[in-house]
């Protein structure tokens, strides 16, 4: 199975039909969202109308939580609650239902899917440290060959032992047995990693290949769509030119 996997669209469209075109000219078989279809920009509906309709799997993220109103998120910073807010009052009915039914975490025989750490589905909590990966350890026995993450919205790979746990530093590797896999995918709609390109990866299950993949779309034109719209803060556009 050759899979692509994307996750943090984040209502940027632009950035989404980007990768997908992408994915288009990489023969896949299924693709993934790994969650945060909605949150920050400015075209939400747009969004979930294309995931919920080309994916296989599609999983909750917190912002799709929040939004569809299965997870508190009074704490969030003001620029993100309103922004959460006004996506909640945006979405077609169909689409807020959509986002009520999505599972934490979906598995393809040995392939693991989940927004967050797979530790504690529900809490959201990030992995991008080899610290936190170690996290995972105490539930090496049920962890997937690999298990895909979103989220942090950076990409990284870590190779996970019984008792230790490697940073995984290249763009693209294949899988050892004695090992299971985290692999956060980096973020479609908004990266911020220092590099403004949409993030994508793919997955071959019968080669046992990874590969992280980024393509350019039009910044631009994305940021001036929130710049426009006066109930999303300007930051959310600004961040994009920077990848951060």
């Known amino acids: 199975m050759r899979y692509g996997i994307f996750s943090d669209v984040h209502a940027n469209l632009d950035a989404l039909e980007a990768v997908l075109r992408s994915f288009e000219r990489e023969k896949i078989d299924a693709l993934v969202c790994l969650g945060d279809t909605v949150g920050y920009g400015s075209q939400p509906n747009d969004c979930c109308d294309i995931v919920k309709r080309v994916t296989r799997y ?6 799709d939580a929040a939004v569809a109103g299965r997870m508190d998120y009074s ?14 009052r945006q979405l077609t009915a169909e689409n807020m239902g959509w986002l009520r039914k999505l599972n934490y975490f ?14 504690d589905l529900e809490e959201f909590e990030y992995i991008f440290s080899v610290e936190q990966a170690a ?7 049920s962890l997937g060959q690999i298990t895909f993450i979103g989220h942090s919205h950076l990409c990284k790979a870590f190779a996970i032992g ?3 746990v490697y940073e995984v530093v290249t763009k693209e590797f294949e899988i050892h047995p004695e090992f299971r896999y985290i692999v956060s995918v980096g973020s479609v709609g908004q990266p911020r990693d220092h590099d403004p390109r949409a993030s994508y990866t793919i997955y071959d299950s019968g080669r046992g290949k990874f590969e992280f ?4 779309y039009d910044v631009g034109a994305a940021a001036r769509k929130i710049f426009n719209d006066a109930r999303l803060s300007d930051s959310f556009g600004a961040r994009l030119f920077a990848g951060v």
Do not use: M, Q
Not at 135 to 141: A, G, H, L, Q, S
């Open 58 to 63: 599609t999983i909750l993220g917190n912002h």
């Open 135 to 141: 996290t995972c350890i105490p539930i090496w026995d």
């Open 75 to 88: 704490y969030y910073y003001d620029a993100a609650r309103e922004a959460l807010d006004w996506h909640s």
């Open 213 to 216: 993949k980024r393509v350019e």
């Open 106 to 119: 979906e598995r393809d025989g040995a392939t693991h899917f989940c927004h967050g750490s797979p530790v």
């Open 162 to 164: 019984r008792e230790r």
